[in-house]
């Protein structure tokens, strides 16, 4: 018998050396699998609110109570105690505890987020059909801050009567643009590649640009950061070099990854790879990481922000951290504050009038799946041409039902935070049918005017595509003509199908020139980009265009 135990205890640990070496010296991922097991499993599954049994989730009621049931039963059989029989009991009495928990707990997970949004209609007695089972629930408010209040399984819902006025700063280039620009850049390096989640743009004082992790690969160390104007231009770089060198990368080995090391420095702090960006400042690269805390919620475990984690090289090649737990608007040139935490938020919406009307009656908003918006259908990062801030703005649809008409934005502050805290939503909903937004309509609109300029765009090879339909005001988007990857029209549409869009032929660009004449039915010609306006009427676009085009002319004169 005890040479039988010797055995099993020398197999295991032979096992958990392998594992050990394998996961956490090969591939060096120990302290994020135990960050992983720590705040997934254990918190995040069994017990959110620590020693708190008593708030534990049904899942860890549920185990506790059948593997209670399985002790009770094996020593009922074998003794045939009176003991055994009540452990049964007691088991019995836990897994009817978990099924309840498991009920009650239904909308916990929606109300942990749910507690920071503001809903905004424009004329409380016409409210918009989306809004119909959750207002047949909401009573007057007593307070400043909400005119109508609705409370559901403990949701509460704050309504207020305003005036909606959103009006965003066009894009120069669309994310699918960026992306095929950004990795393009990096074909030629068989040692770094780009993280193309970390894709991201931001806004600074000499112009908003996109920009790309560039990580190491076969054992390299991180390369640097790549950012790109959305222009004709190729994308520029600063490098992990010099005095800021960083000998790990993401993906890195034998005790060179970069995860790891934050996992191990940074317990506590969680990272969707999605927020991760990278900047730029006077030559020296930047990795921003939003990160989140996990905390309990009743009987669920929910996250609020954590801070912003700052990674940046040095001299001898380690990495330096940086922790900013309180970020104010204007601090740094992207998002602060994480776009999955304003997804959860966002999604929250849908339990406000309760779970049968989520469940049965399809109650809530979502995200267009029209073809022009897949693979980027939500959480646009937009800067705010009213206060110059950036936000993460989805415009939405009722969940309910194949209509693409939009008819609401959810809009969160996205480079302002606070440790511990959530941002506040705000969700503007259109109570005028009229003002809907009809995404398909406009898609065919821009098709049937890009054919009448160039016939052969959507059909040559490469074949050109919309991309991107993005709100510049409550009644009117901008959205992207590509081809092969590269923007060759700007589009400006309008809701009302009584004007034409307008279409902007980029410079740099390849195909048919686009007609600037009036057309036959009388209508407004599309404008071509004219660099002899008035340099201060401009569009901060159409000057970084015409500014680069002369920068080319300047170039080729002198080459």
Same mark, same amino acid.
């Given at each position: 018998?005890?040479?039988? $135990? ?5 197999v ?12 956490g010296?090969?591939?060096?991922n120990s ?10 499993v254990?918190?995040?599954t069994?017990?959110?609110n ?8 049904w899942?860890?009621?549920?185990l ?8 009770? !039963? ?33 909308p ?51 309504i ?6 959103l ?95 934050i ?12 927020d ?55 601090? @740094?040139?992207?998002p602060?504050?994480?776009?999955s $935490? ?10 406000s ?31 705010? !041409?009213k206060? %110059? ?11 309910? %039902? ?6 609401t934005y ?28 009809? $995404? ?25 595509? $919309? ?21 060759? @029209? ?14 902007v ?22 404008p ?32």
């Amino acid at each position: 018998m005890r040479a039988w $135990l010797i055995g099993v205890g020398f197999v295991a640990a032979l096992a958990l050396a392998a594992c050990w070496f394998v996961f956490g010296y090969w591939w060096d991922n120990s302290w994020r699998m135990w960050q992983d097991f720590h705040w997934s499993v254990v918190v995040g599954t069994f017990v959110p609110n620590g020693f708190n049994v008593f708030q534990a989730t049904w899942v860890f009621y549920l185990l506790v109570g059948l593997v209670v049931i399985g002790i009770g !039963a094996f020593f009922a059989n074998a003794i045939e105690s009176a003991l055994g029989g009540l452990t049964v009991v007691f088991g019995v009495i836990l897994v009817i505890a978990a099924i309840v928990v498991a009920i009650v707990a239904i909308p916990h997970k929606e109300a942990s987020y749910a507690g920071k949004t503001t809903l905004v209609v424009e004329d409380l007695d016409k409210p918009p059909a989306s809004l119909q089972f959750l207002m047949d629930s909401v009573q007057s408010s007593s307070g400043e801050e909400c005119d109508l209040v609705g409370t559901t399984r403990g949701i509460t819902s704050c309504i207020v009567e305003e005036e909606i006025d959103l009006e965003w700063e066009p894009r120069p280039a669309s994310a699918t643009a960026a992306r095929n620009k950004l990795v393009r850049a990096s074909e030629g390096d068989t040692f770094s590649y780009v993280m193309t989640d970390t894709i991201n743009y931001s806004k600074t004082a000499q112009g908003n640009y996109w920009s790309a992790i560039r990580d190491g690969k076969k054992k390299k160390p991180i390369d640097g950061v790549l950012t790109w104007d959305g222009t004709a231009s190729n994308p520029s770089k600063c490098e992990f070099a010099g005095d800021h060198e960083l000998n790990y990368a993401f993906k890195g080995s034998w005790g060179t990854n970069l995860a790891d090391l934050i996992a191990k420095e940074y317990h506590d702090h969680l990272y969707d790879q999605n927020d991760m960006w990278g900047y730029c400042v006077d030559g020296k690269p930047v990795i921003a990481i939003p990160t989140v805390k996990r905390e309990g919620y009743k009987h669920v475990a929910t996250d609020r922000f954590g801070g912003l984690l700052l990674v940046t090289g040095s001299p001898s090649g380690e990495p330096v951290f940086e922790l900013v737990e309180n970020v104010s608007a204007g601090d @740094y040139p992207g998002p602060v504050y994480p776009s999955s $935490l304003a997804e959860r938020q966002r999604d929250s919406f849908k339990m406000s009038a309760g779970v049968l009307d989520k469940w049965l009656r399809g109650f809530g908003m979502e995200a267009s799946s029209v073809s022009s918006q897949m693979g980027n259908s939500s959480e646009f990062l937009l800067e705010s !041409a009213k206060d %110059g801030r950036l936000y993460w703005v989805t415009p939405l649809k009722p969940a309910k %039902g194949d209509s693409q008409r939009i008819t609401t934005y959810s809009v969160i502050p996205a480079d302002a935070a606070t440790s511990g805290e959530l941002n506040d939503q705000t969700m503007y909903m259109h109570s005028d049918i009229n003002e809907m937004v009809d $995404l398909p309509t406009m898609q065919d609109r821009v098709t049937n005017e890009i054919n009448a300029k160039e016939p052969a765009f959507f059909g040559g090879d490469p074949a050109g595509r $919309l991309a991107e339909f993005l709100p510049l005001t409550s009644d009117t988007w901008q959205v992207y003509a590509e081809r092969g990857g590269t923007v060759v @029209y700007r589009i400006q549409i309008s809701t009302n199908e009584a004007l034409r869009p307008e279409v902007v032929k980029l410079s740099g660009a390849t195909g048919s020139p686009v007609d600037t004449g009036n057309s036959d039915d009388g209508q407004e010609g599309a404008p071509t980009l004219n660099c002899s306006s008035d340099a201060a009427a401009m569009a901060v676009i159409d000057l970084s265009e015409c500014m680069k085009m002369y920068s080319d002319e300047l170039a080729r004169r002198a080459g």
